[in-house]
């Protein structure tokens, strides 16, 4: 497998997807190739890791006080994580 120029998503920057990389890719059975350099990818990583701000609501099922990671409109019902959870199954 030659090493493959891509174009990162987030930069714009051409990075190398490398033979080594490639291998590692099949071995973990990842099909796609990356989309991002290296730094972008470490970023991406790095804010999800970031704890979310959370905000207060009020669950429109069982009316608990709740967190949810998200800023509530008011024009949506918003559900505490146990109905969201009951919901989808």
Do not use: H, Y
């Not at 990389?21 to 099909?31: L, P, V």
């Amino acid at each position: 497998m030659p090493d493959i120029n891509l174009v990162c998503r987030d930069c714009g920057k051409e990075f190398v997807f490398s033979e080594r990389d490639q291998a590692f890719f099949s071995e973990k059975g990842w099909a796609n190739q990356p989309t991002r350099c290296r730094d972008c990818a470490r970023q991406k990583r790095d804010r999800m890791d970031a704890p979310r701000q959370m905000f207060d609501a009020v669950c429109a099922d069982c009316g608990a006080n709740c967190q949810v990671p998200f800023q509530p409109r008011g024009d949506r019902p918003v559900k505490c994580l146990a109905c969201f959870k009951a919901g989808q199954a």
